[in-house]
Nanobody
Framework: QVQLVESGGGLVQAGGSLRLSCAAS????????VGWGRQAPGKQRALVAT???????NYFESVKGRFTISRDNGKNTVYLQMNSLKPEDTAVYYC?????????WGQGTQVTVSS
């Protein structure tokens, strides 16, 4: 099973930026896809950004134009650059990996955006 460790969360004011990092235990260039999901209190976890093995990116509508997912295959690390943050972006953010059809989640990192 793939191990995923997130970092980079914190408290930021609305309009600010954060960059999340996710270190994976395996070779991410072999994964079908990697991504980021988030879960706010009382809501279900949902993927907000993914990047496929071929480099195709997809974003949840509410984060398009503000969030950018990228990866560094040499470092086995996935990033989520979050700009123009809004209070509604407040959630626990989880790294996700699809390796050979099996999905894995990290332990999460808290992002809090104050108004």
């Amino acid at each position: 099973q793939v191990q995923l460790v997130e970092s980079g969360g914190g408290l930021v004011q609305a309009g600010g930026s954060l960059r999340l990092s996710c270190a994976a235990s395996g070779n991410i260039f072999t994964f079908n896809a990697v991504g980021w999901g988030r879960q706010a209190p009382g809501k279900q976890r949902a993927l907000v950004a993914t990047i496929s093995k071929g480099g195709t990116t997809n974003y949840f509508e509410s984060v398009k134009g503000r969030f950018t997912i990228s990866r560094d295959n040499g470092k086995n690390t996935v990033y989520l650059q979050m700009n123009s943050l809004k209070p509604e972006d407040t959630a626990v953010y989880y790294c996700y990996a699809d390796s050979q059809g099996f999905g894995s989640w990290g332990q999460g990192t808290q992002v809090t955006v104050s108004s």
